[in-house]
């Protein structure tokens, strides 16, 4: 099936209609199925700025908590395969300054399937991004629900599974990942902290920090991932379309990547499939999955139940159905525009956007 004149011109229509509401100033979306590539194209300004410059292809944007499925969780689950870590056990066997705290007992699954009782957010950074000072709130912070009993989308466990890597490995969480996934992708950028490296025109400015007092570009928007080393296992990790399709390339082949088994097809299932129980709203290790009892439903009408996906609160989002090897990706600064008074203006477009790319199969 070919791409027609009037499936593009609705899917341009809907994505300029929204630039100009300013629920983003540029957009790049990607939709492959069956390793062909359905569409790729950009619209917009790469900011928000009256002289910004068109939007071009593999731009490298702060794909935000895309982080957690893409990147934490696989370097959790590595370390587990190499029988580093057991997932079953306590997080605090490994980092055990958490002994003798509430949390003691939350095992790392809890934490990569949100299930730890942890709450949602905490803006660790507001005493000066005194990373110290955030650690021991993060010690001292109350579990809100009891550990396995009721999802709740955390952010906080993923900056303790951050943290476990780098105490297990004993590398920093960019060099761990830089040296066990990053290079072995074949294509694309993929990477933590970009502006530490050599000058790269692609990167695209992110937005204003009004806490920090500065533009950022290639610098973590999030705020606690920044205050630990820029690189939170939360948020932190800049990619552009072919580094993600590297690593969805890698998904589809049920961890095999470039001559390299990234995770072996234990673990990869643990990776892909529903974690928890049955009374538990699911989620895979790192991985939202699309369902027929969710409430709101980012990826539309007509993404298969069981798809696997994630996004990203600067204006990103993936999902994947494997048996088909269906992708999208939608790559934006939203947050160039605000941070947030456009929040429910794009929470009504992804759904949008995504069953008119979807309507390909209905034409």
Known sequence: MKMDQEYYLNIKKIIEENILRKTFPGLEVYFSYQNRVIIHQTFGLESKEKNASVLKRNSIFDIASLTKPYVTSLAVLQLA????????????????HFKHSDKSTITILELLTHTSGLPAWYPLFEDGFDLKIAQDKLLSMDIENTPGSKMVYSCLGYLILGELVRKVSSLSLSQYCQEQIFSKLKQGFVSFKPHTKSPNHSLIATAYCNFRKMQLKGVVHDENAYLFQEEGGNAGVFANI????????????????????????P????WTSNQNASTIDPRTVGWDINNSNAT??????FMPDGAIGHLGFTGTSSWLYLPEKLAIILLSNRINIDRDTNIQQMRLFRPQIHNLLLSYFKR
Not at 87 to 92: C, D, E, Q, R, T
Not at 267 to 270: A, D, G, L, N, P
Not at 296 to 301: E, N, Q, V
């Open 242 to 265: 072919d580094g993600l399709t590297a690593l969805n390339e890698m998904i589809f082949n049920k961890g095999y990547h470039n001559g390299h088994q990234i995770i072996s097809e």
């Open 267 to 270: 673990y990869f299932k643990i």
């Open 81 to 96: 395969e190499q029988k580093l870590i057991d997932l079953k056990l306590p997080f605090s066997k490994y980092l055990n």
């Open 296 to 301: 709101y439903k980012s990826c539309g009408d």
